[in-house]
């Protein structure tokens, strides 16, 4: 939960940002890095996400926390 508000507040942040770069343009490198553990494995597949897509973002991010979230879990699950 706390991965998936600070990400949804970092691409918020980012959108409303009226920084459009002087002599570089980085656009959709805030929704890659932090969608990276899902984006990235498909972009070495091969499939490269709509990043500038609302609706991907977020199935993005929610796949992000999903696997987060599981990760986690199965790590505390060794200290019980």
Same mark, same amino acid.
């Given at each position: 939960?706390?991965?998936?508000?600070?990400? $949804?507040?970092?691409?918020?942040?980012? *959108?409303?940002? =009226?920084?459009? @770069?002087?002599?570089?343009? /980085?656009? &959709?490198?805030?929704?890659? $890095?932090?969608?990276?553990?899902?984006? *990235?494995?498909? =972009?070495?597949? @091969?499939?490269?996400?709509? /990043?500038? &897509?609302?609706?991907?973002?977020?199935?993005?991010?929610?796949?992000? *926390?999903?696997?987060?979230?599981?990760?986690?879990?199965?790590?505390?699950?060794?200290?019980?």
């Amino acid at each position: 939960m706390l991965y998936l508000l600070s990400a $949804l507040a970092v691409i918020v942040y980012d *959108a409303r940002a =009226a920084s459009g @770069g002087n002599w570089i343009t /980085l656009k &959709n490198m805030v929704p890659f $890095l932090v969608t990276f553990p899902v984006s *990235a494995p498909l =972009a070495m597949l @091969g499939y490269e996400p709509d /990043l500038s &897509n609302r609706f991907n973002v977020a199935l993005l991010l929610t796949l992000c *926390a999903g696997l987060i979230y599981w990760v986690t879990e199965r790590i505390a699950s060794l200290f019980r």
